[in-house]
């Protein structure tokens, strides 16, 4: 995450206890050894009977494997296959491919002299429990209420920043809302490790969210994720992103529909539960992107929650009138930067939590737009907007959210009836070729995935780029039923739990290997063992902007499960939102992987 770059430094001095150091010292050791001890990576969660199933031996020649139940009966026999091409520490790998072993079960991948892989389960709706786990991990995240144990389990804690006193901040003031005016701006989502509020991460968070639940309808009614609201006829997915759309709405100055740019304490929080915090809380300067950010997701959210007028009453007409005021206010003021620097150069206190400062809003005003039209149908939203201002497609972030205005198009039914966006056609062309080059070389690299064919993926959460690339690649099997593209979005499933360079499961308590020390305040400070579950770590980042020596410094090792490591092992709402969208669109396209190759039971 490109916001902490700078700022995440004043962190390490902040991590409490003696103890907390050497548990963290020892599991980086731990980690190096372990790295070592098992050269079999696959996926630790499993494999669909019908689809691909793949895992990548790290030496071996040309020696078979074999799968084996938990017995140790050998009921399938393969050959190891070396990689065309080698990996990014420029050695061999060798695929054990054994999609034709379809019988369901739970069982172990054995190369002779090299010993076994982590258990693995072969069985329909394998990633069942992981998708719902990396939703509800937002419930986790909220602020303002207390977790109960009913709900959170071992994790359950006291309620933190209730956020019914939020001070306006100086660079916020207007006239109507000087400064030191108070505010009342409960709910939301922490955002990542912190504790603060950000409109603008919030946005792709919810926007991915909301997206899961429009494109996979059926089968988000199913999945439930014990929270309080469960049972009160919304699915639980839409419950969930309520907790942080109602906060959202909170954020919008009503005198003149701009947005402020976040909710935060002035400085970080210390590595304490969140409950334990007392300092003044403040919502900072208005700015275009977080202004667009929110006209985008009310829009889209009026669209979804229109449905549900019973649960929801009102709820569809507050959010468009909502969008409508911040877009009518993003027009005027178009080029509103928030620079928290130069802001701490005029105000006071001083903000030095998360900027997500962005100079350039052409993306902002395409997904508004885009959001705007499909929610309307009035074409006068998109009029005036160049949707296809530079050739490039890339997955979204925080910073770059173009494609996600693409995506709201080319799921537009009425749009796509009616021709009402001339430039569609291209659109759906350019999708499609980027998809393309994602994953053109994929069956010679050595860990069979899109994430390991570029090193300029491994940079800060890398881990949310495998998964975005994975939603790409569901876009784009969803526009040409080309089942190439959907094979290859479970690849990228694979590479997360497991099947990559360092062989972790990268989602916290889903596998056998997973993160145990992610930078988390609420992980770190609960004195429980484990880590709240379903957390996307960031990933393998060579960069080591923390000041945190990785064991490797190859591009897809440089990975370290190390509290203070921010630049590899940092959560954030939007890292999770990606893979969120991936593991439960899998699911719910299982029976479409089906393999066409006849089983060898």
Same mark, same amino acid.
């Given at each position: 995450?490109?916001?902490?770059?700078?700022?995440?430094?004043?962190?390490?001095?902040?991590?409490?206890?003696?103890?907390?150091?050497?548990?963290?010292?020892?599991?980086?050791?731990?980690?190096?050894?372990?790295?070592?001890?098992?050269?079999?990576?696959?996926?630790?969660?499993?494999?669909?009977?019908?689809?691909? $199933?793949?895992?990548?031996?790290?030496?071996?020649?040309?020696?078979?494997?074999?799968?084996?139940?938990?017995?140790?009966?050998?009921?399938?026999?393969?050959?190891?296959?070396?990689?065309?091409?080698?990996?990014?520490?420029?050695?061999?790998?060798?695929?054990?491919?054994?999609?034709?072993?379809?019988?369901?079960?739970?069982?172990?991948?054995?190369?002779?002299?090299?010993?076994?892989?982590?258990?693995?389960?072969?069985?329909?709706?394998?990633?069942?429990?992981?998708?719902?786990?990396?939703?509800?991990?937002?419930?986790?995240?909220?602020?303002?209420?207390?977790?109960?144990?009913?709900?959170?389990?071992?994790?359950?804690?006291?309620?933190?920043?209730?956020?019914?006193?939020?001070?306006?901040?100086?660079?916020?003031?207007?006239?109507?809302?000087?400064?030191?005016?108070?505010?009342?701006?409960?709910?939301?989502?922490?955002?990542?490790?912190?504790?603060?509020?950000?409109?603008?991460?919030?946005?792709?968070?919810?926007?991915?969210?909301?997206?899961?639940?429009?494109?996979?309808?059926?089968?988000?009614?199913?999945?439930?994720?014990?929270?309080?609201?469960?049972?009160?006829?919304?699915?639980?997915?839409?419950?969930?992103?309520?907790?942080?759309?109602?906060?959202?709405?909170?954020?919008?100055?009503?005198?003149?529909?701009?947005?402020?740019?976040?909710?935060?304490?002035?400085?970080?929080?210390?590595?304490?539960?969140?409950?334990?915090?007392?300092?003044?809380?403040?919502?900072?300067?208005?700015?275009?992107?977080?202004?667009?950010?929110?006209?985008?997701?009310?829009?889209?959210?009026?669209?979804?929650?229109?449905?549900?007028?019973?649960?929801?009453?009102?709820?569809?007409?507050?959010?468009?009138?909502?969008?409508?005021?911040?877009?009518?206010?993003?027009?005027?003021?178009?080029?509103?930067?928030?620079?928290?620097?130069?802001?701490?150069?005029?105000?006071?206190?001083?903000?030095?939590?998360?900027?997500?400062?962005?100079?350039?809003?052409?993306?902002?005003?395409?997904?508004?737009?885009?959001?705007?039209?499909?929610?309307?149908?009035?074409?006068?939203?998109?009029?005036?907007?160049?949707?296809?201002?530079?050739?490039?497609?890339?997955?979204?972030?925080?910073?770059?959210?173009?494609?996600?205005?693409?995506?709201?198009?080319?799921?537009?039914?009425?749009?796509?009836?009616?021709?009402?966006?001339?430039?569609?056609?291209?659109?759906?062309?350019?999708?499609?070729?980027?998809?393309?080059?994602?994953? $053109?070389?994929?069956?010679?690299?050595?860990?069979?995935?899109?994430?390991?064919?570029?090193?300029?993926?491994?940079?800060?959460?890398?881990?949310?780029?495998?998964?975005?690339?994975?939603?790409?690649?569901?876009?784009?099997?969803?526009?040409?039923?080309?089942?190439?593209?959907?094979?290859?979005?479970?690849?990228?499933?694979?590479?997360?739990?497991?099947?990559?360079?360092?062989?972790?499961?990268?989602?916290?308590?889903?596998?056998?290997?997973?993160?145990?020390?992610?930078?988390?305040?609420?992980?770190?400070?609960?004195?429980?063992?484990?880590?709240?579950?379903?957390?996307?770590?960031?990933?393998?980042?060579?960069?080591?902007?923390?000041?945190?020596?990785?064991?490797?410094?190859?591009?897809?090792?440089?990975?370290?499960?190390?509290?203070?490591?921010?630049?590899?092992?940092?959560?954030?709402?939007?890292?999770?939102?990606?893979?969120?969208?991936?593991?439960?669109?899998?699911?719910?396209?299982? $029976?479409?992987?089906?393999?066409?190759?006849?089983?060898?039971?």
């Amino acid at each position: 995450m490109r916001k902490k770059l700078t700022i995440r430094k004043t962190v390490i001095g902040k991590l409490t206890g003696i103890c907390l150091l050497l548990t963290v010292v020892y599991s980086a050791s731990a980690q190096t050894n372990d790295a070592l001890s098992n050269p079999i990576r696959l996926n630790q969660i499993g494999f669909y009977p019908g689809a691909t $199933k793949k895992a990548v031996v790290l030496s071996g020649d040309s020696r078979s494997f074999t799968i084996q139940t938990s017995n140790r009966s050998v009921v399938y026999t393969g050959k190891l296959i070396p990689s065309v091409n080698s990996s990014f520490a420029g050695k061999t790998t060798y695929i054990a491919d054994f999609t034709t072993f379809n019988k369901p079960g739970q069982y172990l991948l054995n190369v002779a002299g090299l010993g076994n892989s982590y258990p693995f389960t072969i069985q329909n709706n394998v990633h069942q429990k992981v998708a719902a786990g990396v939703v509800k991990a937002y419930y986790f995240m909220r602020a303002s209420t207390p977790l109960r144990a009913r709900y959170a389990g071992k994790w359950n804690r006291a309620e933190g920043h209730p956020d019914d006193k939020v001070l306006i901040h100086p660079s916020a003031a207007s006239d109507k809302r000087p400064a030191g005016t108070i505010i009342s701006s409960p709910g939301g989502w922490y955002d990542a490790g912190d504790y603060n509020k950000y409109v603008v991460n919030s946005g792709i968070s919810t926007c991915t969210l909301l997206s899961l639940y429009q494109d996979f309808p059926a089968y988000m009614n199913t999945v439930k994720l014990n929270i309080p609201e469960s049972g009160n006829g919304l699915p639980d997915i839409l419950n969930e992103v309520l907790w942080n759309l109602r906060w959202m709405l909170t954020m919008q100055d009503p005198n003149d529909g701009g947005v402020y740019h976040k909710l935060t304490n002035a400085a970080f929080d210390k590595f304490e539960m969140p409950d334990k915090d007392a300092t003044p809380r403040y919502v900072v300067q208005k700015g275009t992107a977080a202004t667009l950010d929110f006209a985008a997701v009310m829009a889209q959210a009026a669209t979804i929650f229109k449905q549900f007028p019973k649960q929801t009453p009102g709820l569809a007409d507050s959010c468009i009138a909502a969008a409508k005021n911040a877009w009518s206010w993003a027009v005027k003021n178009p080029n509103v930067a928030y620079r928290q620097e130069e802001n701490n150069i005029k105000f006071t206190p001083a903000i030095t939590t998360g900027g997500y400062g962005d100079n350039n809003f052409t993306d902002e005003f395409i997904w508004a737009a885009s959001a705007m039209f499909t929610a309307t149908q009035d074409a006068a939203y998109i009029n005036n907007i160049n949707l296809l201002p530079d050739d490039k497609m890339p997955v979204p972030t925080w910073s770059q959210v173009k494609l996600l205005g693409y995506y709201a198009l080319i799921n537009d039914t009425h749009a796509a009836d009616l021709k009402a966006i001339k430039e569609l056609p291209e659109i759906k062309k350019r999708l499609l070729n980027t998809a393309d080059g994602l994953i $053109k070389g994929v069956e010679d690299n050595a860990y069979q995935t899109s994430m390991t064919l570029s090193a300029r993926h491994f940079g800060w959460g890398s881990n949310s780029d495998a998964a975005n690339e994975g939603v790409l690649l569901l876009q784009a099997y969803r526009l040409s039923h080309d089942k190439k593209y959907l094979d290859n979005a479970l690849a990228d499933l694979d590479y997360l739990l497991g099947r990559n360079a360092t062989g972790y499961s990268y989602v916290t308590g889903f596998g056998s290997k997973t993160p145990m020390h992610p930078h988390h305040r609420p992980s770190a400070s609960d004195g429980v063992v484990d880590p709240i579950p379903g957390l996307l770590v960031g990933g393998p980042n060579p960069g080591m902007q923390d000041g945190i020596k990785v064991p490797s410094r190859v591009p897809d090792e440089a990975y370290i499960d190390d509290t203070r490591a921010y630049a590899a092992n940092e959560i954030t709402i939007n890292w999770n939102a990606p893979i969120a969208y991936l593991a439960n669109a899998i699911e719910a396209l299982q $029976k479409e992987l089906s393999a066409t190759e006849k089983s060898t039971k």
